[in-house]
């Protein structure tokens, strides 16, 4: 293996784990915590504020959780990217759509850029 090809291998480790590390940590504050999330359920789900929006929290994070574990273990990296991708176009866009270009949604849009990133390396 060359030089080149190493550091390529590397920095896309380094990116999964920088990922994985993201989602799965905000993942586990819904799994742990879901009553603090369940105020980010769009309204338009028609949830609510009760247990089927912290239900919904719940699932969310076990998603991300997954993902991010798959992530580290390089299980379907692309797939488990593009799936973290899509998941956080719908936040940034409800983030927008709710509350404007605010801090946060930055922050997603550059975890969405990440995200696609690895999705197609």
């Known amino acids: 293996m060359n030089a080149s090809s190493n550091n390529s291998a590397i920095a896309s480790a380094v990116l999964r784990w920088a ?6 940590w905000f993942g586990w504050s819904e799994i742990w915590s879901p009553g603090d999330w369940s105020v980010f359920v769009p309204a338009y789900l028609g949830l609510g504020q009760g247990d089927i929006a912290l239900y919904a929290v719940i699932a ?3 998603v991300l959780c997954s993902a991010g574990l798959a992530l580290v273990l390089a299980y379907r990296v692309r797939f ?4 973290i991708a ?9 983030l927008i759509l709710q509350s404007g270009l605010t801090d946060i949604a930055v922050r997603d849009i550059g975890l969405l ?8 390396l």
């Open 86 to 94: 899509f998941m956080l176009l719908a936040i940034v866009a409800d």
């Open 19 to 24: 990922l994985a590390f993201t989602v799965a």
């Open 80 to 83: 488990m990217a593009g799936l």
């Open 60 to 62: 969310h994070g076990t």
């Open 113 to 120: 850029g990440l995200a696609l990133g690895i999705a197609v």
